[in-house]
């Protein structure tokens, strides 16, 4: 596939309003995407755990314009927004840029007035990324819009929209909102960015997991710890960026491309040892990324560490396969398999909760990506 493949060719239907609703999760990234090029192009290529309780819900209104009375050539995109019941003025930004860079591949979008209201499983102030689930909630949206304009009789346009394109294009579109969010659309393991260990994979959008994998990943567990809830200190598109120029930008982008096909046979075997050395190594070296750009950030806090080191001892102690992972920011993913999560959870909420802000954390696992409702 191509980015000229995803754009449709002319609509067979007219229509007038509608609604729509799809629920789309978080993903938590195994091998993580730090760094990418023009047009949302990642530098080297991820793997992520989708996940189950951490979504977003949206949904979408349509109403036709009427175009006459818009004067102007070509008219702005017409669309309001709104985070659980509340008008969200601060989100616009974001979203004009989307439709911005989408609207090639979705011509109907300035056709329509645009109602998009959208809720989190999560507390938005969690520090947990809403963009991944967000993003790909209002892509998935989009795509039905389409697929109703689209299908009417032909059967080529019919095996157009095979769900597997609905679904690629939704990954497409969704990475031109935000990166990891092409990640969200299935699950239960998605690798995007152009990978060697990987057939089928690209740059353009995810695609489902296609290899074998061990028992011992099925139901994996991730207890996401929330250390700091305030606003991220770094922004993403400002922690890409920082990725140009890096002294050991190079060294890195190849390191995921190792990391990846090292975890192909990680995941084939069920090494959990292995599994976790890897996972916190690619954490890890995120963080290190952030501290060794110019300008330097420090994004894990104290308890964030503290976290680390009682995961680190407990793990000593008792020989049980509990690991963790880090997004760009402080709160800690503690990832385990199914069949110690009793053992572990209670370690978790005898141990490290305490260092949790006001106590909070989410439990979570793995989950097979989104719905419409
Ligand atoms: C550290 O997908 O949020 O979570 O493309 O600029 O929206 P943008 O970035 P974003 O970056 C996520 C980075 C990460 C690692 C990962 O999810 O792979």
Redesign the pocket.
């Known amino acids: 596939m191509t980015k000229q493949d995803f754009i449709p060719k002319a609509y067979h239907t007219k229509i007038e309003n509608g609604t729509i609703t799809w629920e789309s999760p978080s993903?938590?990234?195994l091998?993580?995407?730090?760094g990418?090029k023009k047009n949302?192009i990642p530098e080297n290529p991820?793997i992520?755990f989708t996940l189950d309780n951490c979504k977003t819900i949206t949904t979408l209104s349509f109403v036709k314009r009427d175009l006459s009375t818009v004067l102007k050539v070509t008219p702005d995109f017409s669309f309001e927004v709104f985070l659980d019941g509340e008008k969200k003025e601060g989100f616009k930004s974001k979203i004009q840029t989307f439709f911005e860079r989408i609207e090639l591949y979705l011509p109907f979008l300035r056709d329509y007035h645009f109602k998009i209201e959208t809720s989190n499983t999560f507390p938005h102030s969690s520090g947990i990324?809403s963009?991944?689930s967000g993003?790909s909630a209002l892509a998935l949206c989009l795509m039905s819009i389409e697929k109703e304009l689209s299908v009417i009789s032909s059967a080529i346009d019919k095996s157009h929209f095979s769900d597997d394109y609905f679904n690629q294009k939704a990954s497409f579109l969704a990475?031109l909102?935000?990166?990891?969010?092409c990640?969200s659309i299935e699950g239960d393991l998605i690798v995007w960015g152009e990978s060697k260990s990987v057939e089928g994979s690209s740059g353009l959008f995810g695609v489902k997991y296609p290899y074998q994998v061990h028992e011992n990943f099925k139901e994996y567990q991730d207890t996401i710890l929330l250390i700091d809830k305030g606003e991220k200190q770094v922004?993403?598109?400002v922690?890409?960026n920082l990725m140009h120029n890096h002294p050991f930008a190079q060294n890195r982008f190849q390191q995921a491309h190792e990391n990846l096909e090292e975890l192909k046979s990680i995941l084939e075997s069920g090494n959990l040892d292995k599994f976790i050395a890897l996972i916190e190594s690619e954490a890890l070296t995120?963080h290190a990324m952030m501290m060794t750009s110019m300008p330097y950030f420090i994004l894990m806090k104290p308890n964030t560490l503290e976290i680390i080191n009682k995961i680190w001892n407990f793990r000593k102690d008792t020989g049980l396969h509990i690991g963790f992972t880090l997004?760009?920011g402080a709160n800690v993913h503690v990832l385990y398999p199914k069949k110690e999560a009793e053992v572990i959870l209670e370690f978790i909420k005898n141990e490290l909760v305490a260092y949790c802000q006001n106590g909070h954390y989410i439990c979570d696992r793995i989950g097979f990506g989104a719905k419409q409702l």
């Open positions: 993903n938590i990234a091998v993580k995407y730090w990418k949302q991820s992520s990324a963009s991944a993003m990475r909102g935000s990166g990891s969010a990640r922004s993403s598109t922690g890409h995120l997004d760009a």
